[in-house]
C-alpha cells in the first residue's frame, strides 16, 4: 500500500451537488479497490489560473488514499476518459514524507550529538523585581 | 577554497557605511536564509497555493534560487511542487 494524492478538476457546468456526486463516484471506485481513504476534501469552486477546455472555473476534489498502484492507476485511466474532469493529478506523497521524517530524526540526532551549550548568563532581572513587594506591603 | 572572502567583504562594507556614510552607496546586504530551512519546513507542499504564490513573481516563472536564497535542496522540491500545482492550474504557467 502506498500513499497517494489525488486532485480532481470537475467541470463548472455541474451544480455543486452533481460535482459532488462526480467525486463520489471516484471515491467508490477507490474504496471498492481496497484503497483506504485517509483525506477526503471538496475545495470548492475555484477560479483555474489558466483556462482549460475554455473553462475559468472547476470544482476541484481532493483526496489522500493509501492504495496499491493498479487501484490509483485505473482512477487515472477513468479521470482521463471522463468528460466531467477537465484535469487530474496523483501523485504519491509517501515518498516525501518518509524523507522529510528522517532528515528531521537526523537533525534531532545531531542536536543530540553536540554538546550542550554553556548557560546563559543570568540577566540582572532580579533587582528589578526586587521592590515592588515593598511597594506593595507600604499601600497595605 | 574557503568561502571568507565573501562574508569578510560585506561585514567590511557594513562597517564603513556605519562609520563613515560614505560617498559611495554602500548598502547592507541582509543575509539570505533558505525559507524552509529556517522554518524547518521539511516537505514543500504543492497544495499550499500561499506558500509557493511567494516564489512565483509577476510573470510567473520560478523565482530562482539566486534571488530567494533558498538552498539547493529545498529549490528542488520547490521546483517539483511549483510544477504540480501548475498542471492543475492553481499557479499559472505564464502571466501577461
Known amino acids: ?140 | 577554497m574557503s568561502p571568507a572572502p565573501r562574508g569578510g567583504s560585506r561585514s567590511a562594507a557594513a562597517v564603513r557605511e556605519g562609520k563613515t556614510g560614505g560617498r559611495k552607496k554602500f548598502f547592507v546586504r541582509r543575509r539570505k536564509v533558505c525559507k524552509f530551512c529556517a522554518e524547518k519546513l521539511e516537505y514543500v507542499d504543492w497544495k499550499d497555493v500561499k506558500l509557493l504564490q511567494s516564489f512565483i513573481p509577476e510573470r510567473g516563472k520560478i523565482l530562482p534560487r539566486r534571488i530567494s536564497g533558498t538552498c539547493a535542496l529545498h529549490q528542488r522540491k520547490l521546483q517539483t511542487a511549483i510544477k504540480r500545482a501548475r498542471s492543475i492550474a492553481l499557479i499559472p504557467y505564464a502571466t501577461d
Open chain 1, 1 to 140: 500500500m502506498r500513499l497517494y494524492d489525488i486532485v480532481a478538476l470537475v467541470t463548472p457546468d455541474l451544480t455543486d451537488e452533481d460535482a459532488q456526486k462526480v467525486a463520489a463516484e471516484y471515491r467508490k471506485i477507490l474504496s471498492d479497490g481496497g484503497a483506504e481513504i485517509v483525506k477526503d476534501e471538496p475545495w470548492g469552486r475555484r477560479r483555474l489560473a489558466f483556462p482549460i477546455l475554455r473553462k475559468r472555473e472547476a470544482y476541484y476534489h481532493y483526496f489522500q488514499v493509501s492504495a496499491e498502484p493498479a487501484i490509483v492507476a485505473e482512477t487515472e485511466r477513468r479521470m482521463k476518459l471522463s468528460d466531467q474532469v477537465l484535469r487530474h493529478l496523483a501523485v504519491r506523497a509517501d515518498l516525501e514524507l518518509k524523507r522529510a521524517a528522517k532528515s528531521a530524526e537526523r537533525q534531532r540526532e545531531k542536536a543530540a550529538r553536540r554538546p550542550p551549550r554553556p548557560p546563559a548568563p543570568m540577566l540582572p532581572a532580579t533587582p528589578a523585581e526586587a521592590p515592588q513587594p515593598i511597594e506593595k506591603g507600604g499601600s497595605s
